[in-house]
């Protein structure tokens, strides 16, 4: 239910993306490591993993995200 804007430039440095993958589309956050991508999810219920880079296409970095309150 939330909005997010993000820009196309795609992978420019550790922070919040669009993550397009095979399964679907995805904002989390990212940091690029020696092995790949560490993918974060704020969520608590979602735990971090690890994903090669050639697995995960970065669509854009995140801009600025308006989030519902339930």
Do not use: H
């Amino acid at each position: 239910g939330d909005i997010v804007i993000c820009d196309s430039a795609g992978w420019s440095g550790d922070g919040i993306y669009v993550i397009r993958t095979s399964e679907s589309l995805f904002v989390k956050r990212v940091v690029l490591t020696p092995a790949g991508y560490q993918v974060i999810s704020d969520n608590a219920l979602y735990p971090p993993y690890a994903c090669k880079t050639e697995d995960a296409e970065m669509v854009g970095r995140v801009r600025c995200a308006v989030v519902r309150k339930v």
